[in-house]
């Protein structure tokens, strides 16, 4: 749950949820008031009609029987009585003024100081599903009503008995049911939002390994087309480098090849033997360094087309061939699946960490097996081991351990960085660790897919 709400579509959806919510229930909120203001207004008119007709019937009735009539005419809400006048308020009351319209002249309206004691009980309604209780704000009040024949009446205007009209409605399931649904809604809202940035990240991911993907393609929003063509371009122009980059090594390597085979054919004639067997070592370490920079700089900008492969059947001939060279390696395990990969590149990631290991270990001990639905390749040898400060730097271009500098070693320090180039572009990795019982242990982990590869 943390994770989720850590992300931007977390963050998305909790922001339009609570957006929701809280425009939701103000809407409500006012809604309700609304209503129940509405609802005040009605009865005060009904009220006022209702006051009119009985203060009118009074009227006829004669003066020996009204307060007969009036005990059977009074309903809720409305009581009229006759009786002295009470002490007057300082101004009539908007339901007194109405009154007195509505009758006319030769009546007396008059608001009294002295309201209803139910007046002051509390009279609540209930607002925003039942959550809220608003206190009741019509009509409630007394008047002094003097008749034409000029008798006196007393007029109490009565708050309603309840606020509620009928059992009290459970909301839960309605709220439940509400919350629901826009809890739905601002999900599918997060993520049409953040799919085309999820997208863009994943591209990007895609593109340290494999700068020649498909291009994205220019749909959805106009926001999000314009940062697609924009990702776009810039694959384009560092694939141009690339190209461009690897062009030009191969172009000096391809010359360079010319002036150093002049050289170890001049290098022939020379009459010291010893003097002739160093200068034809480092010629041939220069001529090894720039083969290798060469695969190096292919090895980040491979156009070989991936492909489906047994792992085991490759291994077997990486191994095979190393055998056949004069190297100590042993093969042990299986993987027992199929690897979407490039052929070429894969032997050459392979060959290169069982040639490591031969060169400094003596021997190779392969050792393959499956480990969460990826294929987990590793290679020991029996040399030394390398200092833990050093296992990480290993990787750089040209970086040899200062024990392995030797003629009897060779190596141009470029072996382990062109291995994990290859291996990162198959969404791979490659660790090294010094094994507990001696040597050092190369670990290979294979996908064995890789989307967009």
Same mark, same amino acid.
């Given at each position: 749950m943390k994770a989720f709400f850590g992300s931007m579509t977390g963050r998305v959806f909790a922001t339009l949820l609570l957006g929701i919510l809280i425009s939701a229930t103000l809407t409500q909120l006012v809604a309700d008031l609304e209503r129940q203001r509405v609802i005040e207004?009605?009865?005060?008119?009904?009220?006022?009609?209702?006051a009119e007709q009985l203060v009118m019937a009074t009227e006829i009735v004669p003066t020996s029987a009204r307060s007969v009539y009036l005990s059977v005419a009074n309903r809720p809400g409305l009581r009229l009585e006759v009786g002295t006048p009470q002490p007057l308020a300082g101004s009539p009351s908007w339901f007194a003024r109405s009154l007195a319209a509505r009758l006319g002249d030769g009546y007396g309206i008059a608001s009294a100081a002295v309201r209803p004691a139910s007046c002051d009980m509390p009279h609540q309604q209930t607002v925003l599903y039942g959550m809220i209780r608003t206190q009741w704000h019509g009509a409630c009040e007394t008047l002094n009503v003097r008749l034409r024949d000029g008798e006196e009446l007393r007029l109490s205007v009565l708050p309603p008995r309840s606020a509620f009209t009928g059992p009290e409605t459970d909301y839960r399931m309605t709220i439940g049911l509400f919350l629901v649904s826009i809890a739905a809604l601002a999900y599918l809202v997060a993520r049409m939002t953040t799919r085309p940035l999820k997208v863009l990240a994943r591209a990007a991911q895609d593109l340290g390994h494999d700068i020649n993907r498909a291009p994205l393609e220019l749909n959805g929003a106009s926001e999000i087309r314009q940062a697609s063509a924009a990702f776009n371009a810039m694959q384009a122009r560092i694939?141009?480098?690339i190209f461009q980059r690897t062009q030009m090594l191969a172009a000096i390597t391809h010359d360079l090849q010319t002036p150093l085979t002049r050289m170890r054919l001049r290098l022939e004639k020379v009459s010291d033997s010893e003097l002739q067997e160093r200068l034809i070592g480092d010629l041939s370490a220069m001529q090894e360094m720039v083969r290798e920079g060469l695969v190096l700089a292919r090895s980040m900008d491979t156009t070989e087309n991936m492909q489906m492969l047994d792992l085991d059947s490759l291994l077997e001939a990486v191994c095979a061939d190393a055998s056949d060279a004069g190297q100590q390696v042993a093969l042990k395990g299986h993987a027992g699946m199929a690897l979407l990969g490039r052929p070429l590149d894969l032997r050459r990631c392979l060959g290169?960490?069982?040639?490591?290991?031969?060169k400094y270990g003596r021997e190779a001990r392969v050792c393959v097996d499956r480990i969460n639905g990826a294929a987990r390749i590793r290679i020991r040898d029996g040399g030394p081991g390398i200092p833990a400060g050093e296992l990480g730097r290993v990787f750089d271009p040209f970086y040899r351990v200062e024990t392995s500098r030797s003629r009897e070693s060779g190596g141009t320090g470029l072996g382990l960085t062109i291995a994990r +180039?290859?291996? $990162?572009q198959h969404g791979g990795s490659?660790?090294?660790? +010094?094994?507990? $019982?001696?040597g050092l242990e190369v670990t290979l982990v294979l996908p064995?897919?890789?989307?967009n590869k």
């Open positions: 207004q009605q009865r005060d008119q009904h009220l006022l009609e209702r694939r141009q480098y290169n960490l069982i040639d490591n290991a031969v +180039n290859i291996a $990162e490659i660790a090294l660790a +010094n094994h507990p $019982e001696g064995e897919y890789y989307p």
